[in-house]
């Protein structure tokens, strides 16, 4: 799947089979992540890959009862590391998750971003050092079924040309 289609195509999947993903798709998702951009080529990440079975159900609970989440293979734990890159260091681990999300896509599998959890619970879980922060989670597997696609707002509302509000015609 080409990368055009792949964004085209990636919905957020909360029912997953029971199935693993295999080594090299791991890692070829993983290294996605891993060869993101970032700001000053600072890399102010880590990435805690959960796929034991019972530390996925406390995982989960630590994101507000989203216990759908533990029967992906991965709950992937993105972190960004403030001291590393103070100013910037959301945005890139977002850029990095999204590198994941949609190389995960292009295999197959299916993710969804995670915002809402409990910071304190889940930074115990997975013994997060002091200084870290947790930015997101996201399941990712291979999905049960694929959700449709959602509207998308008009060209018109998304862009504008050298002022707010100009319209892009191309």
């Excluded at 103070?86 to 949609?102: C, Q, R, T």
């Excluded at 896509?105 to 409990?118: Q, R, V």
Aim: overall charge negative.
């Amino acid at each position: 799947m080409d990368t055009l289609q792949a964004i085209r195509e990636r919905r957020s999947i909360r029912t997953y089979k029971s199935e693993p993903i295999p080594a090299e798709h791991l890692e070829q998702i993983l290294e996605a992540g891993r060869q993101a951009p970032s700001a000053a080529n600072r890399q102010p990440w880590h990435f805690v890959i959960i796929g034991d079975p019972a530390q996925k159900q406390r995982v989960a609970e630590a994101c507000h009862n989203q216990m759908w989440m533990a029967d992906a293979a991965y709950i992937v734990v993105a972190i960004g590391l403030p001291e590393v890159s103070n100013k910037w260091y959301k945005v890139d681990v977002a850029i990095a998750v999204e590198n994941m999300v949609l190389a995960a896509k292009g295999l197959g599998y299916g993710t969804c971003w995670i915002g809402a959890f409990s910071p304190e619970d889940l930074a115990e879980l997975i013994e997060l050092p002091e200084g870290a922060e947790i930015v997101a989670c996201t399941p990712l597997g291979v999905p049960e079924i694929e959700s449709p696609p959602r509207q998308r707002k008009s060209w018109n509302e998304v862009f504008s040309l050298d002022r707010y509000g100009t319209p892009v015609d191309l």
